[in-house]
């Protein structure tokens, strides 16, 4: 199945942490990672105010494992890397949020896809244009590039390339 997960950080040695969080997609069982966005920096999106800049990217990857037993993965790399909950859009060392799982649609106490406000973010569907502007959402009938296009222009400085090729681990 193919899967696309946001990968975002504001805390701590943020490149360090998204490149070890990709490193170990890298290297989990029944996972591939096919492709990475650019890698870009971002003005913090709700939560409190003041936190520091963020990092996102988005990656493709190919996997056997349902899209549970993914969620579950991605939650141990980011307890691996020391995230918290303590605060809602609070900052974070990592987050790791599935955006779409092949042509799935489902929402239950754990997981919704595709991911609810996807549709809403430019820090999201940037990258994802980027690897994937074709892709329709499989809820709104829409490109990535049309819910890009479609989104206000406020938040258009608020989000530029930090570095094109950031990750060090293998892609198709």
Known sequence: MRAYVAIGA???DRLATLRAAVDALAKAEKLLVQATSPLYETAPVGGPEEQPSYLNAVIQ???ERSAHDLLDFLL???RE???TRDVRWGPRTLDLDILF???????DSRLEVPHPRLHQRRFVLQPLADIGPDLMHPALGKTVAELLA???????DDIFVFMDEWSAA???
Do not use: F, M, Q
């Open 10 to 12: 504001n805390l701590g």
């Open 61 to 63: 990857i190919e996997t």
């Open 76 to 78: 141990s790399v980011e």
């Open 81 to 83: 890397n020391n995230r």
């Open 101 to 107: 799982y092949g042509g799935l649609v489902t929402a």
């Open 150 to 156: 479609a989104l206000p222009d406020d938040d258009i």
């Open 170 to 172: 293998p892609c198709l």
